[in-house]
């Protein structure tokens, strides 16, 4: 494969993971405000510390996973971003 061809590819596939990556986190950001509704919810007086406790892990999950996919995210619009510039100056 030719450096173009390579390119081509590499920004191909950025192009489409980045938009998979997108969806995933705004479903991910989504999630968390619903875990933090519920948090709200929860902080009712009544409620044990045993489920403040429980009320944590999702929140934490939630916010490693968000976090996790904007670093993918990052990494992947480098590499399409080098892809781009590649096959800019293969053209020019």
């Known amino acids: 494969m ?13 192009t489409t993971r980045q938009q998979e990556l997108e969806a995933e986190l705004a479903t991910a ?3 968390q405000r619903l875990v933090e509704a519920k948090m709200a919810e929860l902080q009712h007086p009544k409620c044990e510390n045993r489920r403040a406790q429980e009320r944590e892990v ?9 976090s996790a996919l904007d670093k993918e995210l990052t990494e992947v619009r480098r590499v399409k971003c080098l892809a781009e ?5 293969a053209g020019a």
């Open 2 to 14: 030719s450096l173009q061809e390579d390119a081509t590819a590499a920004l191909d596939w950025a």
């Open 29 to 31: 950001q989504q999630m």
């Open 58 to 66: 999702p929140h934490r999950f939630v916010s490693l996973r968000i």
């Open 85 to 89: 510039q590649t096959l800019a100056g």
